[in-house]
């Protein structure tokens, strides 16, 4: 009788599960296939759910079935009028929910026990890790060749284009995008002068100056693991997959700010990871590594300094034994940063943002308003009409990215960054008076970074359009250059998963949470990555785009091995060496 009253319980659970696969996949029920699904989904069911079930598996569970259902029902009504929240709490949702919660917790009742148990360690490792870090740079630069070649001068985006603008003073020296970025670009292009009259070869020499810095972080980065003893095929795993695998292909080669910042994350968060394992045997020239870093990070992307004020607390908190030197050390860091970003970049004449570039948040949710007719007062239409028009904002306003009405001719920007106080004191009303509104268009705004199916535009392919004499050459034979535009595709099974970052968001969740039952110290490690995504979360231009994730890209290795890290014997490295 209990067999039976089994069995019974996991039929129900793979119905369940089945209907929601059904529905959100669109399966013809009339099919065989569909009846495979349903007994291959069955056998899982059956051998695994109650056997692995856990508690954290349901929380987390949880928490994923909400964002994905909610999620789909705000992409689905991004560009209607229609109310996500009545859409939501509907009978179709409701037995959407339970069949998706069901299929979560078994996956991540699988994958929570197969990451606890996991060992990679082993003695069959390298034994020279100068050699390595160059056996690993070549092999990466060697990949990544074909990449460039076919890319030649490399990958150029928009803001590349403007960056190059300003430091050839065809436009105003902006700190919009970080001016570190901008100087490097242009002392590279310099360098390219050097040799050649030609503007592809000038802006070459950033992309290989970047490869190179790129693959040298990479390399580095294996080194450390190697030093804690993984295996070293995993090792020459990652030596490729830094070299081949799309997404960190493309990066390198693409004249983004978010390619090294990146890069400069990683090395962050190895830091404060040697500062976790050292924490006793702290030298002098630990703190001079972090503050290197740190400004560097600082530099490279203007939101780190949330990300990185954020985080002070935290590491004086756990380091409170050696508060003094990180006390000076972040102090030093913080005063170097604020005395380059006003007082030098002022004497530069380096031109500010504007007020209305770092508002898109409130911009979006004031413009979907508009765009779902709410009834404004005669007060609040005229308020807002000191900076844009009702119909102007309505037409301009786009869910998916702010800079339609950031950017929009309609926007009166002059008057907008003048009076934003008075901008900010409107919303805050229409917030109150429309508060489903204004949740709702958060949502959508934030979408990408929290639920799993948002395409998103990854890669910039070939050149901006552009008058600076940028153009992509291709190197490379017409057949390699289709095969390599190719692997950035959304079509490709398994593969094209790198694109989807919600995925990788959840992914790093799971990993938060073995890591608070491995070794919870390590948890330090995650604190930049929830700054940097809190960020994200509050003032992001875009509803979902890989190159402001990037940094998550390059830190998810490290979070992933620090859960399977021992200890490093300082003394017998020592004497390896």
């Not at 289709?482 to 595709?489: H, V």
């Not at 398994?494 to 039952?517: E, H, K, P």
């Amino acid at each position: 009788m209990k067999r039976l009253n089994n069995n019974f319980g996991y039929l129900l659970i793979s119905l369940m599960i089945y209907l929601a696969l059904a529905k959100y996949l669109s399966l013809d029920n009339f099919n065989i296939l569909s009846l495979i699904i349903y007994i291959l989904n069955f056998i899982v069911v059956k051998k695994y759910f109650f056997k692995l079930l856990s508690k954290r598996s349901i929380i987390l569970s949880l928490i994923f079935t909400l964002c994905f259902t909610l999620g789909k029902v705000c992409f689905d009504n991004m560009y209607t009028t229609k109310n996500v929240f009545i859409e939501y709490f509907t009978f179709e949702t409701l037995y959407l929910f339970i069949g998706i919660f069901l299929l979560f917790t078994l996956l991540i009742s699988i994958i929570l026990k197969k990451l606890e148990t996991l060992n990679l360690v082993s003695e069959n490792n390298f034994k020279n890790n100068k050699k390595l870090f160059i056996i690993s740079f070549i092999v990466i630069m060697l990949c990544l060749i074909p990449y460039f070649l076919h890319s030649f001068p490399g990958l150029i985006a928009p803001d590349a284009i403007y960056q190059t603008q300003q430091f050839k003073h065809l436009t105003t020296l902006t700190d919009h995008h970080p001016v570190l970025h901008t100087f490097f670009l242009k002392v590279c292009y310099a360098f390219g002068s050097i040799f050649s009259n030609s503007e592809n070869i000038r802006a070459s020499v950033s992309t290989i100056v970047q490869m190179i810095i790129m693959s040298s972080i990479y390399s580095y980065f294996i080194v450390f693991l190697n030093k804690h003893k993984i295996d070293k095929k995993i090792l020459i795993g990652l030596m490729f997959l830094f070299g081949l695998l799309p997404v960190y292909a493309f990066y390198s080669i693409t004249m983004w700010k978010d390619v090294m910042f990146g890069g400069f994350f990683l090395l962050f968060l190895i830091n404060i990871y040697v500062f976790i394992e050292k924490k006793e045997e702290l030298k002098y020239y630990h703190f001079i590594s972090f503050a290197i870093i740190s400004l560097l990070v600082l530099f490279f992307r203007n939101n780190a300094l949330y990300m990185y004020i954020l985080f002070i607390p935290f590491i004086l908190v756990y380091f409170k034994d050696k508060i003094k030197p990180f006390a000076i050390t972040i102090s030093l860091v913080l005063l170097c940063f604020f005395v380059v970003k006003y007082p030098v970049f002022n004497y530069f004449g380096v031109e500010k943002s504007k007020s209305w570039e770092y508002l898109g948040m409130p911009i979006q949710q004031v413009g979907r308003m508009a765009y779902k007719d709410v009834n404004f007062t005669k007060e609040e239409k005229e308020t807002l009409e000191k900076f844009i028009t009702i119909e102007n904002l309505k037409s301009d306003y786009n869910p998916i990215v702010s800079d339609g009405i950031k950017f929009s001719l309609n926007l009166n920007q002059e008057y907008f960054d003048s009076h934003n106080m008075e901008f900010l004191l409107l919303w805050k009303d229409l917030v109150i008076e429309h508060f489903d509104v204004a949740v709702e268009s958060y949502l959508i705004s934030t979408l990408g970074y929290w639920y799993p199916n948002l395409a998103n535009n990854a890669v910039e392919l070939g050149v901006t359009d552009n008058d600076l004499g940028f153009y992509q050459q291709s190197l490379v034979p017409k057949s390699v250059g289709n095969f390599i535009d190719n692997l950035y595709s959304y079509d490709t099974p398994i593969l094209s998963l790198q694109w989807n970052l919600g995925l990788i968001i959840w992914f790093t969740i799971i990993l938060g949470v073995v890591c608070y039952r491995k070794n919870k110290k390590n948890l330090l490690c995650y604190v930049p990555i929830v700054g940097m995504w809190l960020t994200l979360m509050v003032a992001s231009p875009v509803n979902g785009m890989l190159r402001y994730i990037f940094w998550l890209y390059t830190a998810l290795p490290l979070l992933f091995f620090i859960n399977y890290l021992p200890s490093i014997n300082i003394k017998s490295t020592k004497k390896r060496r």
